[in-house]
């Protein structure tokens, strides 16, 4: 919006198709939501009690600048037993939820017209938060065809003297791939010979189907050269309590706890309570979660591909979404959204959302249940483009 109490850099428009789609499910009432990733479960309620007696127990007040003590030390606890990799207290940083931890360190490490490459499709804030600390976002392309792996002599071929980062995501949002370990070695190979910081999205850890999750931070020497961006959001249904946290080198934390206290001071700290429940307790809350969003996208795999002119990847490998390619329609991917939104009243978001390698697909979340699933996708086999 141009105005003259606007700062100019927001003058031009930066709203996505994702937004204008969502706009446009308004004019419908029984619309199938398809399009947002947040889990329709409740927060276990073991969480949410224990939140509520150390809340009346007095953790209401700000806490240490760096995160509660206590969740400090149960995110330690979680990387030696699930991937035996030590941890210092200093490495550790709570925030106010996961995209405020990507803000913190583009801001952290990022000097004015530094370049950031993006594994893409990403999950669509990525560019604006790389700009935001005035960097610059570079794409890098996955393609189906190669198993949305990156390809190293690609990445290779984006790196310059203003390079300063790389942000992979796996398992990944959109396509809810996963990086093979030897990806990530050969990633790895490439931080080391560039002098790259290496940002890794961690917020779908539960959610690796095929294989266990591997942290990329445990790779070789990366512990010396990444950033790990974790969140309660996904992996504990947690997405309204705003939860996360950073691991990264003392030096980079130190620089981000000066950052934070001038934005949001500290995370909230009911929301940390909860989070120390969630991580003690995820032996009993995680499983029948993970269980039901591997039905759920197992299923919603099977019947997309029943259906002409789309297809996904299968098996799936993680999270709970899907990255449905339409390309047989002829039409690109708004084109797709809203003709099934028009004619099913199924909201999806439109690849070119995801990145320019994001065309010619379709973002579904898998947040509803089987049945409704089944509605779903029951309509959208009546929808002309697909018959």
Same mark, same amino acid.
């Given at each position: 919006?141009?105005?003259?109490?606007?700062?100019?850099?927001?003058?031009?428009?930066?709203?996505?198709?994702?937004?204008?789609?969502?706009?446009?499910?308004?004019?419908?009432?029984?619309?199938?939501?398809?399009?947002?990733?947040?889990?329709?479960?409740?927060?276990?309620?073991?969480?949410?009690?224990?939140?509520?007696?150390?809340?009346?127990?007095?953790?209401?007040?700000?806490?240490?600048?760096?995160?509660?003590?206590?969740?400090?030390?149960?995110?330690?606890?979680?990387?030696?037993?699930?991937?035996?990799?030590?941890?210092?207290?200093?490495?550790?940083?709570?925030?106010? /939820?996961?995209?405020?931890?990507?803000?913190?360190?583009?801001?952290?490490?990022?000097?004015?017209?530094?370049?950031?490459?993006?594994?893409?499709?990403?999950?669509?804030?990525?560019?604006?938060?790389?700009?935001?600390?005035?960097?610059?976002?570079?794409?890098?392309?996955?393609?189906?065809?190669?198993?949305?792996?990156?390809?190293?002599?690609?990445?290779?071929?984006?790196?310059?003297?203003?390079?300063?980062?790389?942000?992979?995501?796996?398992?990944?949002?959109?396509?809810?791939?996963?990086?093979?370990?030897?990806?990530?070695?050969?990633?790895?190979?490439?931080?080391?010979?560039?002098?790259?910081?290496?940002? /890794?999205?961690?917020?779908?850890?539960?959610?690796?189907?095929?294989?266990?999750? =591997?942290?990329?931070?445990?790779?070789?020497?990366?512990?010396?050269?990444?950033?790990?961006?974790?969140?309660?959001?996904?992996?504990?249904?947690?997405?309204?309590?705003?939860?996360?946290?950073?691991?990264?080198?003392?030096?980079?934390?130190?620089?981000?706890?000066?950052?934070?206290?001038?934005?949001?001071?500290?995370?909230?700290?009911? /929301?940390?309570?909860?989070?120390?429940?969630?991580?003690?307790?995820?032996?009993?809350?995680?499983?029948?979660?993970?269980?039901?969003?591997?039905?759920? =996208?197992?299923?919603?795999?099977?019947?997309?591909?029943?259906?002409?002119?789309?297809?996904?990847?299968?098996?799936?490998?993680?999270?709970?979404?899907?990255?449905?390619?339409?390309?047989?329609?002829?039409?690109?991917?708004?084109?797709?959204?809203?003709?099934?939104?028009?004619?099913?009243?199924?909201?999806?978001?439109?690849?070119? /959302?995801?990145?320019?390698?994001?065309?010619?697909?379709?973002?579904?979340?898998?947040?509803?249940?089987?049945?409704?699933?089944?509605?779903?996708?029951?309509?959208?086999?009546?929808?002309?483009?697909?018959?």
């Amino acid at each position: 919006m141009r105005h003259k109490f606007i700062a100019k850099r927001y003058w031009k428009d930066i709203s996505t198709p994702m937004g204008k789609v969502d706009e446009l499910a308004k004019n419908y009432n029984d619309v199938i939501n398809l399009s947002l990733g947040d889990p329709d479960w409740t927060t276990n309620k073991i969480i949410i009690d224990g939140a509520y007696k150390d809340a009346l127990a007095g953790h209401t007040k700000y806490t240490e600048f760096r995160g509660d003590p206590e969740l400090r030390t149960e995110i330690r606890k979680y990387y030696k037993e699930s991937f035996n990799l030590d941890l210092k207290d200093e490495e550790i940083f709570v925030t106010a /939820s996961g995209c405020l931890a990507m803000y913190l360190i583009m801001e952290a490490i990022l000097d004015d017209g530094d370049e950031v490459i993006l594994q893409a499709p990403y999950f669509t804030p990525y560019p604006q938060q790389v700009e935001l600390a005035r960097g610059v976002p570079v794409e890098l392309p996955t393609y189906e065809e190669e198993d949305f792996q990156i390809d190293i002599d690609r990445l290779e071929s984006l790196i310059n003297e203003r390079t300063k980062a790389l942000v992979i995501n796996t398992p990944s949002n959109p396509t809810g791939n996963c990086l093979t370990v030897d990806t990530m070695k050969k990633i790895a190979d490439i931080a080391e010979r560039y002098d790259l910081i290496v940002i /890794s999205d961690d917020i779908y850890t539960a959610f690796s189907y095929q294989h266990p999750f =591997v942290p990329f931070v445990s790779i070789g020497n990366m512990k010396s050269r990444t950033c790990v961006i974790n969140s309660f959001s996904k992996d504990f249904t947690m997405t309204g309590w705003r939860i996360g946290n950073i691991i990264a080198p003392d030096y980079i934390v130190r620089t981000i706890q000066s950052i934070n206290e001038n934005v949001v001071f500290t995370a909230p700290s009911v /929301s940390q309570r909860a989070a120390i429940h969630a991580l003690r307790n995820r032996d009993v809350i995680q499983p029948p979660m993970i269980e039901e969003y591997r039905k759920r =996208v197992f299923y919603a795999a099977e019947r997309i591909n029943q259906i002409p002119k789309m297809h996904v990847i299968t098996p799936p490998k993680g999270t709970f979404y899907l990255f449905i390619n339409i390309r047989e329609t002829g039409l690109d991917s708004v084109e797709v959204s809203n003709v099934i939104l028009q004619e099913a009243h199924v909201l999806t978001i439109p690849g070119i /959302s995801f990145g320019m390698c994001g065309e010619g697909y379709l973002r579904i979340a898998c947040t509803v249940d089987v049945d409704l699933l089944k509605e779903a996708f029951d309509r959208i086999e009546g929808v002309s483009i697909f018959r």
